[in-house]
């Protein structure tokens, strides 16, 4: 059972456009919500995080949207640029008593066109 | 301060064989972690140690072993390859949630490719 699912699997932006990509939950024991950027050939490396009690945080030109009574939460990346290029994974994390454990989304490839 | 190291970066196995995949961290993490990621795909946790010792199975364990006999190490084994196995995998490892503070996240190996023929 997929416990957090991650839409679209793509996306193609204009240089200078948005990049919404949205993930849904379903397990309420989850305690803090990462965002992982991945270049092909790469590790994952955390991009963004948000925990619950929050409903956005931004840095840079990255913001986590969360909305908690949905189960839903978004990542905005405003004036996209090609090097934003990359597959990005939202991501939940089961508190310390379940080691810490994160349930990753299938992932989201987003091409910024130049 | 390498962080994450995992070797080999590539391996070609034949079906029935076994090897070990090998994975090292300097930043004296507790918690360790094994992800399998297939092509277009979503990462898959494999196994996870929360210290030298401990272990415990992941969403697919099915095939696989691993021992953490140290702090820094963290091998995943394969005992009897089969395409099925053919992954990405990658080592990850994190500070437990208590004394991390601002550090609250786990740190991801270069990864291992891996391809069973």
């Known amino acids: 059972q997929q416990q957090v699912k991650q839409s679209p699997q793509s996306l193609i932006v204009q240089k200078g456009g948005i990049s919404i990509i949205n993930c849904a939950y379903e397990?309420?024991?989850?305690?803090?919500f990462p965002w992982y950027q991945q270049f092909p050939g790469k590790g994952p490396a955390l991009l963004i995080a948000i925990r619950p009690d929050v409903s956005e945080k931004k840095e840079g030109r990255f913001t986590i949207s969360f909305n908690k009574s949905a189960k839903q939460f978004s990542l905005h990346i405003m004036d996209s640029q090609p090097g934003d290029s990359a597959t990005y994974f939202c991501a939940a994390r089961m508190g310390e008593a379940a080691g810490n454990k994160l349930t990753f989304g299938g992932g989201t490839r987003v091409l910024v066109k130049p | 301060n390498a962080g994450v190291t995992q070797t080999p970066k590539f391996r070609i196995l034949k079906i029935g064989q076994s090897m070990t995949l090998q994975c090292t961290q300097d930043m004296n993490h507790n918690y360790m972690y094994w992800y399998r990621q297939d092509p277009g795909m979503g990462l898959k946790l494999i196994y996870y140690?929360?210290?030298?010792?401990?272990?415990d199975k992941g969403e697919v364990p099915n095939g696989y072993n691993v021992s953490r006999s140290t702090t820094e190490d963290f091998p995943l084994r394969l005992e009897l390859a089969a395409p099925s196995q053919t992954s990405v995998y990658f080592c990850?490892?994190?500070?437990?949630?208590?004394?991390?503070?601002?550090?609250?996240?786990?740190?991801f190996g270069p990864g291992t490719r891996l391809l069973v023929l």
């Open positions: 140690s929360v210290g030298a010792g401990i272990t």
């Open positions: 990850a490892s994190s500070y437990p949630v208590r004394a991390s503070g601002s550090r609250e996240t786990q740190y």
């Open positions: 397990n309420t024991a989850f305690d803090y």
